[in-house]
Each structure stands twice: as structure tokens, then as C-alpha cells.
């Protein structure tokens, strides 16, 4: 795993730049930890506390904290009053909290000079992203799983599965919490994990493997799709002020003009 780790920082040029890891706790995080912690770069860890599940906060704060002072990384950490925000703005708690979290993040990016922020969504984070994207009849676009890096986002675990991350942890011994929210079918992505997800898996015991496949496919699409329609845009759409006009022109002999609009 540590290999496959090497290659995708490799391809992604991530060699000689200061990179703020987001680790909560989990198995995840704290695997994306070891993994560039044994591989010798210059991080930081920023563990957002959202003070949403009372004392695993604090204990997943506070395991964070103790790796860190360990291994003389440096360590920063912030406590969000994630239900206050989430009602003064009228979100829900998940978008509240990745507000927040999105918004330190870059803020440290400055502060600590830091070149980006690395997150730990591996591939069924992925997957699980284009189930819920299909349910909500999203464009293309939505299909194309979670980017791998979006500005100064990236996302160096993409390419692993929960459970090689999980066996990974397993052998080397990394201390991770579980969190408990993550066993209820509250929200949609966690209905999609533990009810979906199985029935697929049925379906296609290789389902990793194929749905990363296709998901290569349709962001080759996508980026195809987005080209042509700067073309497209180019050809039959003009700006008037502050008005946008699109010439009828641009939507003859289409089968599916309703889509292209």
C-alpha cells in the first residue's frame, strides 16, 4: 500500500510542498498520517472538533493531538460551534460542518504556509458520492465521483479501498477511533454504504474495480463535454450587458436540446 501511496504522490508532483493533512480520527485520516508521515514530508495536522458527539469529540481530539506531539508534527486544532452555525445560516449540520472545516483549512493554508490541504476520501467515498449523485439526478458531471484535487484540495487516497485502508491499519498498528454516527442509516450516504452498497457488492464482487473503471471513463467524458461546450459557447452564446443570448441556431438537429440547455 505504501508503494501505491509513493506512485500517486509521485503523479501528482507532491514532492518538496508543505502539506496540511485534515485528520479527524478516524481510520482514514490516520492512515493518510502514517502513510506521509513514513514517507518523510513536511506536514501539519489540522483536526476540526465540531463538538457534535460530546466526549468521542474530545477523545478523537485529544488522539489526534497525542500522535502528533509524538512525532513533532505540528498540530492545530479548532472547536466550531458547528449547531449554532448550522441554524443561523439555515444548513444542515453536514454542509455547516464542511463549511466550517473548508473555510479553516484555507485560512491555515496562509497563516501556517502550507501549499495544500490533503483529505482522506478514498474510493468507496467515491463510489458512494456517484450512487447518491444518480439517486439525486444529477448531470454528468456528478458522475464523476469525488476529484482528486479541487484548487489547493487534494485527495491522495482515492485510489485505496476502505478495506485495504483498513487492513493497512490492521498491520501496522495505528491507533484510529470509530465514529458512531457512522453506524446509523441517519443520513443518505450512510443508507447508501450499509444497504446499497451490499446489495451491488452481490451483484458484482469485483464492484471496486469496475466502478472505478467507469468512473475514469465518465471524467474523460466529462472533460470532453466541458471543452465542447466552451466551443459550443463560443459558436452560439453572447453576452448583452448583464444578459446572456443564445442563438436557436445553437440547439437545431439536437436529440436532446432540453439536456444541452
Known sequence: ???????????????????????????????????????????????????LRGLDSES?????????????????????ETEVYSKSNHLSIQMAARELRYGWFNALLTEQHFDLVAT??????????????????????????????????IRPMLWATRQEIAHYAKENKIEWHEDRSNASDDYARNFIRHQV????????????????????????????????????????????????LLDKKGFEGLIHPEGVL
Open 60 to 80: 478523537d481530539e485529544k488522539l489526534v493531538g497525542e500522535i502528533c506531539d509524538k512525532n513533532s508534527i505540528p498540530f492545530f486544532v479548532k472547536r466550531f
Open 1 to 51: 500500500m505504501k508503494q501505491e501511496f509513493l506512485n500517486c504522490v509521485s503523479k501528482n508532483k507532491l514532492s518538496n510542498r508543505r502539506i496540511l493533512l485534515a485528520v479527524s480520527g478516524g481510520v482514514d485520516s490516520m492512515v493518510m498520517l502514517h502513510l506521509f508521515k513514513e514517507s518523510g514530508f513536511t506536514i501539519g495536522v489540522a483536526h476540526a472538533n465540531f463538538q
Open 120 to 153: 482522506a476520501h478514498h474510493l468507496n467515498d467515491s463510489i458512494e458520492t456517484v450512487l447518491l449523485n444518480l439517486v439525486r439526478g444529477s448531470g454528468l458531471e456528478g458522475h464523476d465521483g469525488i476529484a482528486s484535487t479541487n484548487g489547493k484540495i
Open 197 to 244: 452498497y451490499p446489495l451491488l457488492k452481490e451483484l458484482n464482487p469485483s464492484l471496486e474495480k469496475t466502478a472505478d473503471e467507469s468512473i475514469t471513463k465518465i471524467s474523460g467524458a466529462v472533460e470532453l463535454m466541458e471543452r465542447g461546450a466552451k466551443h459550443w459557447k463560443e459558436k452560439f452564446a453572447h453576452e448583452k450587458g448583464d444578459q446572456v
